[in-house]
């Protein structure tokens, strides 16, 4: 496994491709191999970014001028599209690549569409971990994912920027935005700005939307950019401001890559075993000191497991010898380092 996780992070495209197989393969032993690969691929990386909206506002389109854009300035790339309806266009993006001019043997660019969405219209553990191999390999990784809702939450968990991609005239998101059923991105994209007038009406609605919730305080000011994917009008301004948040967050990346991951470990806990599991194990926020201490060890799929294991433990701690003689004491709770294995 470390000769894979080494030429993945040296951006070999034949390893990220079999890593990626590896991903989505379901069969324990190949779970067991990602475990083991996930740690392997742990750091730094590139910068993930995140290509949300609704369907057919263009993100797959902006993600190859955007990849393009990238490659133009020497920049590795890799692109993941994420859940049923964007594997359809990923699978035109593919198609795209050589309309675009993309060359198929550039070691540089790597595109690929996870059919795997996740239960209840959220992101499978497969996509969240194939989005930790591209950015082992890349310097920077482009995650589309469409609809509002789980899948827009669960791409924040393993992305540093999200862009929200509307189209012109897309007042729905506006309301969402207002009403807070969306939570706020990073930047926004009004795409499609080839429709001027239009595109122009709608970038003054949501300047002015935002501009009213920074006055009473329920949110911050954010870029928002106006593009078109077709004719690469705009994908600079929005690249340059997709950097601009990746240096703003700098110092507080790793942090927000930890918090990411627990919220991603409480996630997969949850879905198996529901608000009985997180009362059993103590509450949330003692699920989440839990989580903490798992990870320092492992990725999330397997701090999940260490924390099912915990759970089984406690339930019935006269289960048999494997599950030992019940569950340890909480971690404490700060911020060195517990070292229990
Ligand atoms: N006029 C115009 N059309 C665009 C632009 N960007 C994308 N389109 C068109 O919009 C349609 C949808 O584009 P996609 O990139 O597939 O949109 P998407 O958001 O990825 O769609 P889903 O993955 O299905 O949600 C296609 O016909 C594109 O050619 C743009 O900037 N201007
Ligand atoms: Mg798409």
Not at 74 to 95: E, F, K, N
Not at 281 to 306: F, I, K, S
């Amino acid at each position: 496994m470390g000769d894979l996780a080494a030429a993945v992070r040296a951006g070999e495209k034949t390893a990220v491709a079999r890593a990626l197989n590896l991903v989505e393969d379901q069969r324990p032993r190949a779970r067991a191999a990602v475990a083991e690969l996930l740690v392997a691929l742990r750091g730094a990386g590139g910068h993930r970014v995140g290509l949300t909206g609704p369907p057919g506002v263009g993100k797959s389109t902006l993600a190859a001028a955007l990849a393009r854009a990238l490659r133009d300035s020497r920049r590795t790339v890799g692109v993941l599209a994420i859940d049923p309806s964007s594997a359809r266009s990923g699978g035109s993006l593919l198609g795209d690549r050589a309309r675009m001019g993309f060359d198929p043997a550039d070691e540089g660019l790597f595109v690929r569409s996870l059919a795997t969405g996740g239960d209840r219209g959220g992101l499978s553990s497969a996509a969240l971990a194939a989005v930790d191999v591209l950015a082992a390999a890349y310097e920077v990784v482009l995650v589309e994912t469409t609809g509002v809702g789980q899948s827009e939450t669960d791409v924040r968990l393993v992305t540093d920027t999200v862009a929200l991609v509307v189209q012109p005239g897309g007042g729905d998101v506006l309301q969402f935005l207002k009403a807070g059923v969306m939570e706020i991105p990073d930047v926004i994209v009004v795409n499609k700005a080839d429709h001027e007038a239009l595109a122009q009406r709608t970038a003054a609605e949501l300047q002015g939307a935002l501009q009213t919730m920074v006055a009473v305080g329920a949110g911050e000011a954010l870029p928002l950019v106006r593009a078109s994917a077709t004719t690469g009008e705009g994908v600079a301004e929005l690249l340059e401001a997709l950097d601009a948040h990746r240096s703003a967050i700098a110092a507080e990346l790793g942090a927000r890559r930890h918090a990411g991951e627990v919220a991603w470990t409480l996630r997969l806990f949850r879905r198996l075993h529901g608000d009985h599991g997180v009362r059993v194990l103590g509450g949330e926020e003692a699920l989440r000191r839990w989580a903490d201490e798992a990870l320092a060890h492992a990725a999330p799929p397997r701090a999940c497991e260490t924390l099912s294991e915990r759970y089984l433990a406690t339930l019935c701690p006269d289960a048999g010898p494997s599950h030992g003689p019940g569950p340890a004491p909480l971690p404490p709770h700060d911020d060195t380092e517990t070292s229990t294995p």
